[in-house]
């Protein structure tokens, strides 16, 4: 393990003014995408999209790493320089997707446990051969009647561990995603106290693996409202409960925290990170900032509706959300910057 490499690489993703292109939809989630905008997923359209995304002008100032699936790290621009080299090129951290999803997890209804640790030692190492400097794996933590389980809890954040510990090795940094999900009609209370044991639980695994946490990116889920729950508190209190949570559980070392957007709309998201920024009366030991995919890409993917000439409409919407996130990572997004006025 290198760890001055990996210092470098984690200090790099979590860079002021800039996060992370969450870009890494499966097959499955993409097409989920591009029906709901009425674009056909092939490998064409889907080599489209994300050329779109990557070949944007100035989304280097405001993202400091894409995250892409596996068929996409062996594609290429137009002028066939792989996508990996063309991003490094732009500074642009790439990385990729290496978990193979959450499957059910025998005797527990309802819950899940993410899989893809067999040959991953070999995996990883082709990835660094193709120039990948980090990667991530998700853990999925349902809330719901009598859920999650000490078991479900526990066997993500092994995995989550075992994950970390073999990319280090690779010299790849693992952002390390445990999402405790928003579907469901629990209060933010309960989510902040799933949140904290899981948190717990993977902080735990990371130090028996011997994980070193200069090297990693966390990127954990916000303290909200289930979807469902009629309480829904706004972005200050949203921001209060989250740094408080993550003061509590994640350790000064660990250089960089990455949100995921979870389902929340483009500004909620954007809204709650630039809260998170602007609270001064508790420290901040890590950069807090973004790595979104729907929160990124929702007003991109209805402009280009898979119409080539609308490229550049896509375009200037991703440029935008970009630049608004970016901005919120160094608590200076407002509403005034938002609209343009
Ligand atoms: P969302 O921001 O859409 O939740 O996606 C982030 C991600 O990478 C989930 O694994």
Redesign the pocket.
């Known amino acids: 393990m290198n760890q001055e490499i990996l210092a470098a690489t984690a200090r790099a993703l979590a860079a002021t003014g800039k996060g992370i292109l ?1 870009a ?1 939809e499966s097959g499955g989630t993409i097409k989920k995408r591009f029906d709901a905008i009425g674009a056909e997923s092939t490998e064409q359209t889907r080599q489209a999209y994300r050329n779109m995304l990557f070949v944007t002008e100035g989304m280097e100032q405001h993202i400091s790493g894409v ?1 892409m699936f596996d068929e996409t790290v062996r594609q290429s621009t137009a002028d066939g320089t792989p996508f990996p080299a063309y991003l490094a090129a732009r500074g642009v951290q790439p990385g990729i ?1 290496v978990d193979r999803g959450a499957k059910p997890l025998a005797g527990h209804p309802g819950e899940s446990v993410t899989e893809g640790l067999d040959g991953l030692r070999e995996r990883l190492a082709e990835y660094a051969t193709l120039g990948l400097t980090f990667a ?1 794996w ?1 853990a999925v933590i349902t809330i719901g009647d009598g859920i999650p389980s000490a078991a479900c809890i526990g066997s993500n954040a092994e995995a989550l561990a075992r994950y970390a510990a073999l990319c280090q090795e690779a010299g790849i940094v693992p952002v390390v ?1 445990p ?1 405790v999900l928003l579907d469901g009609s629990h209060t933010m209370e309960r989510c902040r106290e799933v949140t904290g044991q899981t948190l717990a639980a993977v902080f735990a695994a990371l130090a028996a693996h011997r994980v070193y946490l200069p090297g990693i990116i966390l ?1 954990p889920n916000m303290v909200v409202a289930g979807a469902d729950c009629p309480d829904q508190p706004g972005s200050a209190e949203v921001a209060r409960q989250t740094l408080e949570l993550l003061s509590a559980q994640v350790p000064a070392e660990v250089p960089g925290i990455a949100f ?4 929340q709309t483009e500004l909620q ?1 954007t809204a709650n990170l630039q809260a998170m920024n602007a609270i001064a009366d508790i420290g901040k030991p890590w950069r807090l900032t973004f ?7 929702q007003s991109a993917l209805q402009s280009w509706s898979g119409n080539s000439e609308q490229l550049p409409a896509g375009q200037a919407a991703f440029l935008h959300r970009a630049r608004m996130n970016g901005a919120a990572t160094s608590g200076s997004y407002s509403e005034a910057l938002e609209t343009g006025s």
């Open positions: 969450a890494d995250i997707k991530k998700r995603e999402e990127k995921l957007s979870g389902g998201a790595s979104y995919g729907r929160a990124l890409q």
